[in-house]
């Protein structure tokens, strides 16, 4: 088992709601980006949030504004992901992953250090 691990994932109906958590085992991940991808079947690995260390600062792929939101608890050293109107577009499995240094966004999956082992979610139409 990784620093990352995700849970919450599950199957749901379209319109339905989800929230997805990113526990961090053995290292509190101060001073780290962290951020959630998604890859679907046959798919690239997608962003699509991130929130910066210094300044709390949210950043959302164009797919998932206004639906999804990520959030920090440093005291429970947990990332959450509220997923809300979920669509079957969003159908993938969806990973939490920590890059070091918090002042500047990474959108790219490349720039990312650490990464979950991920957790599937379904939506059905």
């Known amino acids: 088992q990784g620093p990352l691990v995700e849970s919450g994932g599950g199957f749901v109906q379209a319109g339905g709601s989800l929230r997805l958590s990113c526990a961090t085992s053995?290292?509190?991940?101060?001073?780290?980006?962290m951020a959630w991808f998604r890859q679907a079947p046959g798919k690239e690995r997608e962003f699509v949030a991130t929130r910066t260390w210094t300044g709390g600062r949210t950043y959302y792929g164009d797919s998932v504004k206004g639906r999804f939101t990520i959030s920090r608890d440093n005291v429970k050293s947990t990332v959450y992901l509220q997923m809300n109107n979920l669509k079957p577009e969003d159908t993938a499995v969806y990973y939490c992953a920590a890059k070091l240094g918090g002042k500047n966004p990474n959108f790219n999956e490349k720039d990312y250090d650490y990464w979950g082992q991920g957790t599937q979610v379904t939506v059905s139409s």
């Open positions: 053995g290292h509190t991940f101060n001073g780290f980006n």
